[in-house]
């Protein structure tokens, strides 16, 4: 194993990088879509309080057991609980990003692509057609070798950011797209504010519609905000084993949970202010790839502002998809003594021919889980995000609760937060909450596919 740890060069660019970890193509589209469709600012309202209850509780549990050891996932249970199964939990989360971030590498491809489509006016000839969007769109998707060419350059650019290390690669380059996204989103939210009826798609997203509130609604907003903050997949806990013992981890973490939040919201005023303002269907599937290209072409300047969109999402995708190889490049370096050239390359390969298994599965002949009734790329995004994710969560919250520690846990978290005063009973009460809820989540989806019955429908 290697004896010199690799370091953030700043608590800013710390923060940033595991933002960026954070901020994904869910921030995008998918927070602002379930918002609209579930009760606007009443589900905001429930959704903030989830982040704050159970989000912030297992970021803090990730920092505190990376930078306790040192270590990522695997090496990091087991120098906490020796001699025991407990590494299992970091060898769940190592696995759980080896899946993600090959389908993740197919649709960070896709939005290669769009890039492309967008520069070379492409969009023009979909104005107001959201059907010839979305035959585009499928067509290319269901191709053999086009997806796969933009994937492999999508994850040529991943492996290239992480060989270059933690501060000569992801540090640094969380750095600069960091504000980069911030900026562009604010620009595109300004604009589609600027638009006539824009302000519908404001009152779509954040006015309070309590009787859209359903008991199902809830259970969304608990999910989403566990998934959102990349939890569960050790990614938390690898960023965190690069930490000195000054940050504060509390102050890091509500500052993560705070820009991942706000680029949400961003997200939903610069989207659906457009959506609204050209009379689109806000309820479209596939919003960014079909119903996006098919609005951008209908405002002046057009081609800027739907290619400033997709680098925009093209950076949010490449900020988590780094963040998740680390996890496995970490793993080699860590437990196996590989040189990080050598592991980020030779898995980052790996992945990228798993992911094309995923990407041909959607139309280009080769499906290995048809047997299933879906496509391999679904199977993996479903056993990533319904199982593999909250089972990680879940267990490190318990890992904390019942085999490491709270007063262990405490010891370590007061470290760099000068005097500040930590309630061991509300950590007990917020982790169990935590593991409570997501243990939930997934008892409910084992019973809706075993037997039919949902707890909360």
């Keep these: 194993m290697s004896n010199q740890r690799e370091q953030w060069g700043s608590k800013l660019g710390f923060i940033l990088a595991a933002s960026g970890s954070a901020v994904g193509i869910g921030n995008i589209w998918k927070f602002p879509h379930m918002a609209g469709q579930n009760g606007g600012a009443a589900f905001t309202l429930v959704y903030l309080a989830c982040i704050f209850v159970v989000g912030l509780s297992l970021v803090i549990a990730e920092f505190v057991i990376g930078r306790r050891t040192q270590l990522s996932p695997v090496g990091a249970f087991e120098k906490l609980a020796p001699g025991t199964n407990w590494k299992w939990v970091g060898f769940l989360g190592v696995a759980s990003a080896f899946v993600i971030l090959s389908f993740y590498g197919v ?23 959201p059907a010839a969007a979305s035959s585009v769109f499928n067509n290319f998707i269901n191709g053999t070798w086009s997806p796969i060419f933009f994937q492999v350059i999508f994850m040529t650019v991943c492996i290239w950011v992480i060989v270059n290390g933690v501060k000569g690669g992801i540090e640094k380059w969380s750095k600069i797209m960091m504000p980069l996204i911030i900026i562009l989103l604010g620009a595109l939210a300004v604009r589609g504010m600027t638009l006539p009826g824009g302000m519908e798609g404001i009152s779509f997203l954040f006015k309070p519609r309590f009787e859209d509130l359903t008991a199902s609604s809830v259970v969304l907003a608990l999910g989403h905000s566990f998934f959102t ?45 457009m959506v609204f303002a ?54 080699f370096i860590d437990q196996k003594g590989w040189t990080r050239k050598k592991a980020t390359i030779q898995f980052g390969l790996v992945i990228t021919i798993v992911g094309a298994f995923c990407s041909f599965s959607m139309g280009g002949g080769i499906n290995i889980t048809e047997f299933l009734g879906m496509s391999f790329f679904d199977f ?43 309630s061991k009973e509300i950590i007990i ?10 243990g939930f989540i997934i008892i409910n989806e084992v019973l809706d596919i075993a037997f039919g019955i949902k707890l909360i429908q």
Excluded at 110 to 124: E, L, R
Excluded at 284 to 311: C, D, E, K, R
């Design 107 to 129: 649709v960070g491809g896709w939005i290669m692509k769009y890039i492309i489509i967008s520069v070379t006016g492409g969009f023009k000839e979909l104005a107001g057609d």
């Design 229 to 273: 903050l990349s939890l569960g997949m050790g990614t938390m806990i690898t960023y965190g084993s690069y930490l000195g013992r000054k940050q504060n981890l509390l102050n890091s973490a509500l500052w993560v949970i705070a820009l991942d939040t706000a680029i949400a919201m961003l997200a939903g005023i610069a989207i659906f202010t």
């Design 278 to 331: 050209l009379g689109a269907n806000p309820e479209a599937g596939n919003g960014i790839f079909v119903v996006l290209p098919s609005v951008f072409p209908q405002l002046p300047g057009g081609t800027v502002w739907g290619t400033l969109f997709f680098v925009l999402l093209f950076m949010a995708a490449l900020t988590s998809a780094i963040s998740i190889l680390e996890v496995v490049t970490a793993y």
């Design 380 to 422: 993996m995004d479903y056993l990533s995000s319904k199982y593999m994710l909250p089972i990680g969560g879940m267990l490190t919250a318990i890992f904390v609760l019942k085999k490491w520690g709270v007063d262990h846990f405490i010891e370590e978290l007061k470290i760099g937060m000068d005097k500040s005063i930590v």
């Design 429 to 438: 009460v917020l982790l169990g909450i935590a593991a409570t809820v997501v």
